[in-house]
């Protein structure tokens, strides 16, 4: 198979989602709080499910622009990063976490190459696992900070509804909204 065409990096700081609405895919941060996050976290796998069940989930829309499978494994990938942040969280006191470079991960893991009905599992599972998390997590809990490679910071809160909009988000980029 050949080589896809790259990607342009994503390089914006998106974290100001958390301040204001998304004037892409609608996504309202005041509507979200860690009591709300599982839900959505959940059903936003039965959305993506669906997606790589096209006929054409590999195939990219335009050059440089990636496929519903490409989008679907770094919303995979994006829920077990989430994962792993919030047990930090949870269990260290104000963490920096590790630099994540979801387009250098793209390329490594050969996105394009996998099987969309593996993935499609893999993703269902990593949903339910951080859903799960969030679910446990107690509003006490919910203030606990950590911080970005960037030096961005969060709260378990915070991450969590930063965590949503990217995979809903995703579901908008995909046009299964």
Same mark, same amino acid.
């Given at each position: 198979? &050949?080589?896809? @065409? &790259?990607?342009?990096?994503?390089?914006? @700081?998106?974290?100001?989602?958390?301040?204001?609405?998304?004037?892409?895919?609608?996504?309202?941060? %005041?509507?979200?709080?860690?009591?709300?996050? &599982? /839900?959505?976290?959940?059903?936003? *796998?039965?959305?993506?499910? !669906?997606? $790589?069940?096209?006929?054409?989930?590999?195939? /990219?829309?335009? &050059?440089?622009?990636?496929?519903? $499978? =490409?989008?679907?494994?770094?919303?995979?990938?994006?829920? !077990?990063?989430?994962?792993?942040?919030?047990? $930090?969280?949870?269990?260290?006191?104000?963490?920096?976490?590790?630099?994540?470079?979801?387009? =250098?991960?793209?390329?490594? +893991?050969?996105?394009?190459?996998?099987?969309? *009905?593996?993935?499609?599992?893999?993703?269902?599972?990593? *949903?339910? #696992?951080?859903?799960?998390?969030?679910?446990?997590?107690?509003?006490?809990?919910?203030?606990? /900070?950590?911080?970005? +490679?960037? %030096? +961005?910071?969060?709260?378990?809160?915070?991450? %969590?509804?930063? #965590?949503?909009? @990217?995979?809903? #988000?995703?579901?908008?980029?995909?046009?299964?909204?």
């Amino acid at each position: 198979m &050949p080589e896809p @065409d &790259p990607i342009a990096p994503d390089t914006k @700081d998106w974290t100001w989602v958390l301040d204001r609405p998304c004037p892409e895919c609608g996504f309202d941060p %005041g509507a979200h709080s860690l009591a709300t996050l &599982p /839900r959505p976290l959940h059903d936003s *796998a039965m959305v993506w499910s !669906r997606v $790589l069940a096209r006929a054409d989930a590999a195939l /990219r829309p335009a &050059p440089g622009v990636w496929s519903a $499978l =490409e989008y679907a494994c770094h919303v995979r990938d994006v829920h !077990r990063v989430f994962a792993e942040r919030v047990a $930090l969280m949870l269990v260290e006191d104000e963490p920096h976490f590790a630099n994540w470079d979801q387009d =250098e991960t793209a390329v490594a +893991s050969r996105y394009a190459e996998q099987d969309p *009905a593996t993935v499609d599992t893999e993703l269902v599972e990593a *949903a339910g #696992h951080v859903a799960g998390v969030y679910a446990t997590v107690t509003a006490e809990e919910g203030a606990r /900070r950590g911080f970005r +490679s960037d %030096g +961005s910071e969060f709260t378990v809160e915070t991450l %969590g509804v930063y #965590h949503l909009h @990217d995979v809903l #988000h995703h579901v908008h980029d995909v046009g299964a909204v």
